[in-house]
C-alpha cells in the first residue's frame, strides 16, 4: 500500500525484478483487492494517510500489516485503533527520486523490523540490497526513537540552514559538518539531545528513565548514531512537504511534551526562561509551534 511514493515505488520495483508475486495498491485501486489474498500487506504511506488505509483493510488482515512509518507511531495511537500487535520497520535508507526512482541505498544498515511480519519485511528489503535485522520490542523501541529523531530533526535543520544562507536546501552531510559557520553539528546535536529528553520523558520510552546513566548513555548513542546515519547519506535532502504533512506525529508530538505548549505565547522565549532550540527552528521555517502542538493533540485522539 502506498506504491506511488518513493519507498512503494522501490519496493514494487524489487518485488519484480525478483519475480515476486505482489500486488501494487495506490489510492484508486478497489478496495476488494484484499479479499482472497494472503501474506504481508506492506503500508509505505504517508503516517497522515494511515487512518484511511486502515479502514481499507479487513480486519481479519490486519494481523498481516506492516507498518513502514517505524519511528512515527506511537503506543497510544496504536492501541486505540487495535494494532499495538502489528508489525512495524522503522528504515534507514534513501529511496531514489528522478532517473533514480525504484532504487534504494542502505543507511548503514540501521534498518530493524519487529512484529509478526518482521521475517518478511527483512526478507524483502535484503532483495533490494537494504540490511535489516528482526529485533525484539526494546531494541525496536530504541531504534524507532533514533528514528524519529531524525525525521524530526534533519528536516528543520536543513531547512533553516536554508533561509540563513539564503542557497538551496542544505543536504544532511552539509548539516553535520557545518555550512559557512551556520548549519553546524553543534546546533544538530543540541536540536537532538533536546528532542531526546522529551522523548524520554512520554509513556512510550519510559525504560530510558531507569537513572540519570541510562538517559545520559541512550541520549548520547542516540545523537551519535542520528550523525551517523546522516553521514551515510550525505547528499540527501529531508523531503519539507512530508516533514509538514507529517508533521503531527513528528515535531508535534514532541511539542505536546514539552510544557510550554499550555501557553501560546511560552513559545517565544519570555525573559527568564530556557530557550527551546525546537521551537525556534520551526518558527524560522515557518511554522507555528502552537498550532502544531494543537493539530498533534487531535492527530493522536
Known amino acids: 500500500v502506498g506504491a506511488s511514493g518513493r519507498v512503494g515505488t522501490a519496493l514494487v520495483a524489487v518485488c519484480a525484478s525478483a519475480g515476486i508475486p505482489h500486488i501494487p495498491v495506490r489510492r484508486d485501486t478497489d478496495d476488494g483487492v484484499f479479499e482472497g489474498t494472503a501474506g504481508p500487506i506492506f503500508v509505505a504511506t504517508h503516517a497522515s494517510d494511515l487512518d ?30 487495535g494494532l499495538r500487535s502489528a508489525t512495524q520497520a522503522a528504515l534507514y535508507l534513501a529511496a531514489g527520486t528522478g532517473t533514480d526512482q525504484g532504487a534504494m541505498r542502505d543507511g548503514g544498515g540501521a534498518s530493524v523490523a519487529h512484529g509478526p511480519r518482521a521475517a518478511d519485511v527483512v526478507r524483502l528489503l535484503a532483495l533490494g ?22 525525521a524530526s530533526a534533519f528536516w528543520v535543520l536543513c531547512a533553516a540552514g536554508s533561509v540563513e544562507t539564503k542557497k538551496k536546501p542544505l543536504t ?28 524520554a520523558s512520554r509513556r512510550d520510552f519510559a525504560f530510558l528513565r531507569e537513572n540519570d546513566a541510562t538517559q545520559n548513555g541512550a541520549r548520547e548513542t542516540a545523537v551519535e548514531n542520528a550523525l551517523a ?13 512530508m516533514a509538514r504533512k507529517e508533521a503531527s506525529f513528528r515535531n508535534g508530538w514532541f511539542l505536546m511534551g514539552q510544557e510550554t505548549i499550555k501557553k501560546r505565547n511560552r513559545f517565544f522565549n519570555a525573559p527568564g526562561e530556557r530557550a527551546s532550540l525546537h521551537a525556534d527552528l520551526l518558527l524560522l521555517v515557518g511554522v507555528d509551534p502552537a498550532e502544531l502542538a494543537a493539530d498533534a493533540a487531535q492527530t493522536h485522539l
Do not use: M
Not at 58 to 79: I, V
Not at 129 to 150: I, N, P, S
Open 172 to 199: 544532511v552531510g552539509e548539516i553535520v559538518d557545518g555550512v559557512n559557520g551556520v548549519a553546524t553539528k553543534k546546533r544538530a546535536e543540541r536540536l537532538l539531545g533536546e528532542l531526546f529528553d522529551v522523548a
Open 129 to 150: 540490497g537494504v540490511a535489516c535485522a528482526a529485533v525484539d520490542e526494546k531494541t525496536f523501541a530504541k531504534k524507532a526513537l533514533e528514528k524519529l529523531l531524525w
Open 52 to 81: 484511511a488505509v486502515v479502514r481499507r483493510v479487513p480486519r481479519e488482515r490486519h494481523r498481516d500489516l506492516a507498518f513502514l512509518q517505524g519511528g512515527l507511531l506511537r503506543d497510544g495511537w496504536l492501541e486505540r485503533r
Open 229 to 241: 546515519y546522516s553521514r551515510s547519506i550525505p547528499s540527501a535532502v529531508p523531503d519539507r512537504e
